[in-house]
């Protein structure tokens, strides 16, 4: 497809993409998918789409509970997260990936019993579109599970609360919508679905750990805002050297909202 996550927003660069999967690779993240696959249900046999696969370990987990009789495709349009994706997928059985954007999804009418999409919809500016699309490729009665990250719901803990402030408002730029989770359910409803679940999936960091999700998350920050809301280079710097610098008081806190929804 040729093409990076993120017109304007965050880029699914090869670089990125692979501080994104080590993030995913946390336990915060381990235990974020556990979650996600408890909403899921999947039965042996599911036909399932993951939209935004990404670095493909939701694919992955997911292709053990389906067998060998089910399916899983996953779609994103960044040629490196698909890159990463096959290296893990490709391995395994039932898997299929391919570069394709959810506003135009390669599969006919009902292809699915259900379609996941994990932190992918905040990226994307036709929200609307999108789940009409997602509506489309799902049999009657078929299933979707969203996970999306609402911004306002974040709590870092920093020696410079302006600064914080600043820096937390540039980085707003990296997606479509960083207050996605409040209007979704709505999205949902007018595009044919009804509501059957949702919940707050909260991350705590505290302590500063490399191996935790924040601290991938502080290198991803601390990349893209310069340039955005006037936070320069070296304020980005000092702003990251200073969340590190915590040690032991290190705070971090965010909320996911989990929606599972029903096509009428
Ligand atoms: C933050 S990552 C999440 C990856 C994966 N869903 C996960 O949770 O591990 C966002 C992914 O969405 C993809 N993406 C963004 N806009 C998209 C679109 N319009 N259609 C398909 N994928 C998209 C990006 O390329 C990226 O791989």
């Not at 399916?71 to 395994?92: F, N, P, V």
């Not at 600043?166 to 999205?187: Q, S, Y």
């Amino acid at each position: 497809m040729g093409g990076e996550a993120g017109m304007g927003g965050l880029q699914f660069d090869p670089e990125v993409s692979r501080k994104t999967e080590a993030m995913y690779t946390t336990s915060d993240m381990v235990e974020q998918r556990r979650i996600v696959r408890v909403a899921l249900a999947l039965r042996p046999g599911d036909r399932v789409l993951d939209v935004g696969v990404g670095p493909g370990l939701l694919a992955a987990e997911m292709a053990e509970e389906v067998g060998p009789t089910g399916r899983i495709c996953g779609i994103d349009i960044s040629d490196s997260m698909l890159a990463i994706a096959r290296t893990r997928a490709g391995a395994g059985p039932g898997i299929e990936l391919e570069a394709a954007s959810v506003m135009r999804i390669p599969h006919p009418a009902e292809s699915f019993d259900v379609v996941v999409s994990t932190q992918v919809f905040e990226y994307v500016d036709d929200v609307a579109g999108a789940l009409d699309e997602v509506h489309r490729v799902l049999r009657p009665a078929g299933r979707v599970v969203l996970l999306d990250t609402d911004w306002a719901s974040v709590v870092w803990r920093s020696s410079d609360d302006a600064r914080m402030a600043r820096v937390l408002t540039a980085f707003e730029d990296h997606l479509a919508d960083p207050h996605l989770p409040r209007t979704l359910a709505d999205g949902l409803a007018k595009s044919g679905f009804m509501l059957t679940h949702q919940q707050v999936v909260p991350l705590l960091n505290t302590g500063y750990d490399n191996r935790t999700y924040s601290a991938g998350l502080i290198d991803i920050v601390s990349g893209f805002v310069p340039g955005h809301g006037g936070v320069t280079a070296d304020e980005a710097r000092a702003w990251a050297a200073d969340l590190r610098s915590l040690g032991a008081g290190y705070f971090f806190s965010l909320n996911r909202y989990l929606v599972v929804a029903s096509a009428l």
